[in-house]
Every structure is written in C-alpha cells, then in structure tokens.
C-alpha cells in the first residue's frame, strides 16, 4: 500500500503543476468546516471550496470545505465536446454511497486513435477496436496440462474473429496444451476488418524447472528469509542468485514487473521516481526492471540455484488519474498549466492508457470525455468505481472503493475484474513465481479477495501449489480493531477473512499461505495477528520484517517502530540496523518458538537517495540524460551496478544500493535459524571471487 508520504507524491505527480498559493478564506478551523460534499481537489476548488486533505483522519473532517464568508454559487454545466477556456470535464464523480461506474458511461470505451490518425503511435496496434487476453486453467494442481480460452472483444460485435497459437490459426478461441508445449506460446487475434494485436507470450508453469533442493528447514517452501532487493534490474538479481542460496535465503521478493508509468519529463524535478512502479498500465510483464524475456531468464536461474522467487502484485488500481496515455491535459488551478502524456515501461513504445482526470478533450470516435480505459489489460470505464476521494480510514466503502491519492480504483466486485486478476496471477505462476505480495490489499474488501483467490485457485487446478503463499499489505493504524482485531467486522483481514476463506472452500493449509504482512511488527505484533491475539491464532498467517520500502519516504508514517526497529537510509546506525535484523532471525518480538513462529521474514536491501535527496532510482532511469521535456532543474540519479560479488553488506554513499542482506552476522542468524550446516561452528565462503571470499561463522 502507498504509506502517507508515498501516497502524497502519488497524488501530486498526477498534477505536473503546482497548487496557487493558499486563499486565506480557508483558514477555517477544523470543527467548523462545512462539507462542501465534493470528492477531488478539481472538484472542489472548482466549486469554489477548499480543499485540505487530513491524513490520519480519525475525525472524519472533511477534505472539501465551504470558505469563511457565503457559499459560493454553482457554476454553469460545461457544453459537450471539447471545452472552452480553461474548463475541464468533471463526469462520472460518485452521488452518496454510490461506488459503480453508471452503464451509460460505456459508451465512452473504443478512445484510442486508429492507425493513421493523429497521436497513434505503433505500439497502440489495433487496441481501438480490438481487445484480448489469454485465460489459462491448468488440468490439475500437478500443472502438466492446460486448457487456455482467448477472452476477445472487437468494438463491432459483427466482426469474425481468428486466433494464431504458435503461428497456427483457428477459428476457435480454445485449445489444449501440455508438455510438449516448450517454449513460450505466441498469440495473435485477428479480425475479419483487418484489426489484429498480439498479446504477451504464455508461459506455462511445466516448463520452469523445479527447485532445486537445499540442506536445511525449508519446509516444501513455507518457511526462510526473503531478501526485498529494492530497485534491482531482473539481470542483476539473477546474478545475485548464486549468492543467495549459499547464504541461506529461501528465495528473493522483486518490485512490480507489469507495464508500469514512465517519463521524460521530471516530476518535482526528479524523472521516474520510484512509485511510479506502483501505477499499472497494463499486466504485461514488461515492468521498469527488464522485458518479460529477462524476467523469465533470471526466474529460471534462480529455481536452477534453489532460490524461489516472488512478485510485487499491484491489482488495486491502475495509473493515477492524469497520468495517462492521453497528450491533452490541463489544470484550471495552476493557471491552466498544459500537459502531455505518460510513457510507461514497455520497450519500443508504450501501451494506451486514459483515465478522466484534468481532461478537456473528447475522442475522435466516440464524441465523448475520456474516461478510465486500460486497452492492454483490457480494462473499460465500467471496471473501475466511480471517483472518490479517500478521506476516511475507518469507513469501509472509502477504504474499498476511495480513490487512493487520486489512483484509478478498480472495481474488484466485477467477476470480470476478479477474473483478470486471477489470470494476471495464473500468468506469474506460470513463468514461475512461488508467490507474491498483494500491494494495497486492505482497500480491496475481504470478500473480492476471497473470490479472486477462489478463481485463481480454480486456474491452478483446484489447489494451491506446495510451495506457494502470498501475503497482503494491510496496514495498521487507528483502524486496526476493525482491519484485525474484531472478527465480527465485515471489513476484517483476521479471523474474518479467515471464516470467509474457509466457507469457499480452502483448506486450513491452504488459508495458511494466504498471509498478512504484519505492519505492527516490530512495536505491536500482536495488532497483525487475527484477533490481535498471538495466544489465540498463532503467528503463521504472517509475514515480519524490520524495514521496509514505503518507510524510507522523507516523513513516512506507513509504521510506527519507535524503539524496536528502525530504517536503515533514514540516519540508523549500521550496528543499529544489523543488531534489528539479527533479532528477526533469534528473538523476534511476540515469539516464543523460535524454530516455528513467524515462518517467513523478509530483509530489505534498498539503496540510499541520491544527493540532496533526489529519490530516483539507481537502475539508471532516473538519470536527466533521458529527459526531453522541461529538463532544464531535472536533478539526476545515475546507474549504480546493483550486484556486487565483493560486498559484505553495509554499502553506503549517495544513489549507492545498501546490499544489508549480504552482512555477515545477518546471514549467519538466518543458516542457525534455518538449521543450515552443523549446529556448533560451520565456516561457509560465500562465492564472491577468490579475492573477496567471506568467512561466516554460524
């Protein structure tokens, strides 16, 4: 999830101009605003109101207020069609507990440009009339055979439609594979007017190898230490492989690999931030960090090497709106300050992507405003809830269907929505991930995940892998009584997600592997367990670990460690930071079993912000020798090689990656831990060349 500080940079990345300065009529105290009842900062000062975002916001103030002095008078509607002056469109904005898009708005799908109009470009293929994707259901849960369903829809439901599996093409959107299927499968859907896309390749799980097997207490895959390589390119993580498994990690956790937001223009002055990763374009795996070609090659390696490897899952929402695919948009409350489109990930070119927010224009086929539509996923304007602002921790429909800091919110009660998550997931077991976090899982309901998960189990042949689990990222705050600790609540990730999985089906084994990353460890464990009571449900539906990458954030309050841990870029000492990552291996808070409590634990090896602070990232894609737009106060952050076999762990220095999981005395509390070796001494060297080997002593 985007802690406060994240979500803060999220939403004003959407506006690339800055905010006038404050109306002193809005200096209302807070127990005498008057709600305006308006949900988005364009709407609100739009109206005249202001607009004050209150983050905790335990008192429920309002957001949106009526200035000192009389209520303003409601402007006049804008005319349809592009719209004059410095207008912009404010439709499909939610009434009351209203949460779903209105069935009208369908008729604003069908926005991107056809080839040969203006603002195509190549990588559009024929998404403007054309949308699919591929629907993979394994046999059975040994995952040797497949059955895969193209699910297609062309703007004319006239048009005949072919399908290209593995360049032989059927008039059937089904077909049937198994082993001998061994290389990834190319699709092409065709139309009978000429319109044709290719999707992503297939993987099919068959052919990722098996793990290979270690010494030690891993328990099938349900129990060791994570290493969260924060910002590391697919290539580098697989030639830190190798490594990892001589010093003892159960497998490594990337960052999100779909096609997410890029740019050449600065935001703040930084390009490419870092949360920019956590905006989707689409769920090709074609993410910041490496093609799907170089995903799948480093996967491999490391299941070759013994090291599983899991996803970062962003399903919540899409791009934020605003940042989008359109070049047509402008902000009434910056005086009208212009911009273009979004870029993303995809290599060549990016996929369309629109949604609603700061648009004036209307599209070329449709005659209507932009609204939320994601062609490569394929999402339409019915698949997300209508806007909200999200002003309320504490009130369910907020939590689930709010506008996160302005990112388009998917409507997870859709079957088709749950339906294409779950595919997004059969398609990371498929190119062979073991699992995956769940970013932003506490604003999606209980129930939708349930039913996600009820799908996805379906498409891996009716049971969870062995070696599979996930776990969401629910954060704790003043909210936690309702989010874990009172069962009774419909809104709870505890004992009540607990009883809704079991009623749908899943085993008590099964519901183990769906965890919870526990935000109150290391200070409050308890409030991450069901109930909040470790006494009563154990630690095994949980996930630990001291840092993590939301809290690195300049004024983050994602946790509150005080004393019993701390962030290791934010001014922690090294000794500081290490004697927090040995204790999550010996004597983690809450446990009284070291050998079976809290059976996976995470280490996030990050990198330090660039000087002055610039938070880009060091892959090199945050460096101003790509900036084409407004790059003249562009602050750079250039490429840092992320592997280094010399390291021990520690590495400090501007824009410089940390590599903490690498410490000796890290590693050597993980091999004990993990009953890795003999039990009194062991002298392992790490494989880092013959002048650089590292003695442990476990």
């Known amino acids: 999830m985007l802690s406060i500080s994240k979500a803060f940079l999220v939403a004003f990345s959407i506006a690339v101009a800055v905010r006038g300065t404050q109306d002193a009529k809005c200096d209302v105290a807070a127990g005498e605003r008057k709600d305006c009842g308006l949900g988005q900062q364009q709407q609100c000062e739009g109206a005249g109101c202001c607009w004050q975002p209150v983050n905790p916001n335990p008192g429920n103030l309002p957001w949106c207020f009526l200035k000192s002095g009389p209520a303003p008078a409601p402007g006049p509607a804008p005319p349809p069609g592009p719209l004059p002056t410095c207008q912009i469109f404010s439709g499909n904005h939610c009434d009351g507990n209203q949460i779903h898009t209105e069935r009208s708005f369908e008729a604003n799908r069908w926005y991107t440009p056809l080839k040969g109009e203006k603002d195509y470009q190549q990588s559009f293929q024929d998404y403007g009339k054309l949308v699919a994707f591929a629907h993979v259901v394994y046999t059975d849960a040994t995952l040797s055979s497949a059955s895969l369903a193209i699910v297609a829809t062309h703007k004319d439901p006239s048009m005949k439609l072919s399908y290209v599996f593995g360049g032989k093409e059927q008039t059937s959107n089904q077909a049937k594979f198994d082993k001998t299927q061994t290389t990834p499968l190319d699709i092409v859907v065709k139309g009978s007017d000429g319109s044709k896309i290719t999707l ?18 891993f328990r099938g895959g349900q129990k060791g230490a994570i290493a969260e390589l924060f910002g590391w390119p697919h290539a580098e993580i697989e030639a830190e492989c190798a490594d990892l498994a001589a010093m003892g990690y159960l497998g490594v956790k990337v960052f999100p690999v779909m096609e997410q937001l890029m740019s050449t223009e600065p935001f703040q002055n930084f390009l490419n931030p870092w949360y920019f990763m956590y905006q989707p374009v689409s769920y090709r795996l074609q993410g910041r960090m490496g093609t799907r070609d170089d995903l799948r090659k480093m ?122 998550i779950a595919a997004y997931f059969t ?24 039913a ?50 079991a009623k749908a089906g899943f085993t ?9 990353w526990n935000s109150g460890y290391p200070k409050e464990p308890e409030k991450g367990i069901a109930d909040c009571d470790i006494g009563k449900s154990g630690t095994q539906r949980v996930v630990i670990q001291n840092d993590d990458h939301d809290q690195q954030n300049p004024g983050s309050s994602s946790r509150d460690m005080q004393n019993a841990g701390c962030v290791l870029i934010k001014g922690c000492a090294e000794a500081t930071h290490r004697a927090f990552e ?54 750079s952050m250039g490429y840092q090689k992320a592997h280094d076999p010399t390291s021990k762990g520690y ?48």
């Open 299 to 420: 996967i491999h390696t490391c299941r070759s090497l013994g090291v599983r490897v899991y996803a970062d899952a962003v399903v919540n929402h899409m791009a934020g709106g605003g940042n989008d695919a359109n070049p047509y948009h402008r902000n009434p409350q910056a005086g009208c300050a212009k911009w273009g489109n979004k870029s993303s990930s995809l290599a060549g070119g990016h996929s369309p992507s629109y949604t609603q927010s700061y648009t004036y224009t209307t599209g070329k086929h449709t005659g209507k405003q932009p609204l939320q539509e994601f062609p490569a996923v394929p999402y339409g304007p019915l698949d997300f809830h209508c806007e909200r602002s999200l002003s309320s921790w504490n009130d369910p429909l907020q939590l689930n269907a709010g506008w996160l800091s302005g990112l388009t919110d998917l409507d997870t009660e859709r079957d088709n929505v749950q339906e294409r």
């Open 427 to 450: 398609d990371l077991i498929g190119i062979g991930f073991s699992g995956f976090r769940v970013d932003a899982a506490k604003h999606i309901q209980p129930e939708d995940l349930v």
């Open 508 to 516: 008590k084994d099964e519901i183990n592997k769906i965890k919870i």
């Open 200 to 217: 992503e390749p297939v993987d099919f799980r068959w052919n990722a190898p098996a793990v290979k097997p270690r010494d030690g207490d």
């Open 582 to 635: 040995v204790e999550l291996f010996t004597n983690p808070p809450g446990s009284t079993d070291n050998k079976n409590d809290y059976p996976i634990r995470s280490v996030l090896s990050s990198f330090y912000w660039g000087a002055n602070g610039v938070q880009g990232m060091p892959d090199g894609k945050s460096s101003c020798d790509l900036c084409t737009v407004n790059c003249d106060t562009c602050k």
């Open 452 to 501: 996600i998960f009820g799908k996805f189990k379906r498409n891996l042949g009716g049971a969870l892998p062995e070696d599979f689990f996930t776990y969401f990222e629910v954060l704790l705050g003043g909210e936690a009584d309702m989010l874990m600790c009172n069962g009774g609540s419909d809104y709870n990730y505890g004992s009540g997600l607990v009883n809704k999985l």
């Open 651 to 698: 590495d400090k220095g501007d824009g410089k990656y940390t590599r903490a999981h690498r410490d000796a005395a890290v590693t050597a509390a993980i091999r004990k831990w993990m009953d890795i070796g003999d039990d009194g001494a062991l002298m392992i060297t790490m494989p880092s060349g013959a002048n650089a080997a590292q003695a442990i002593v476990v």
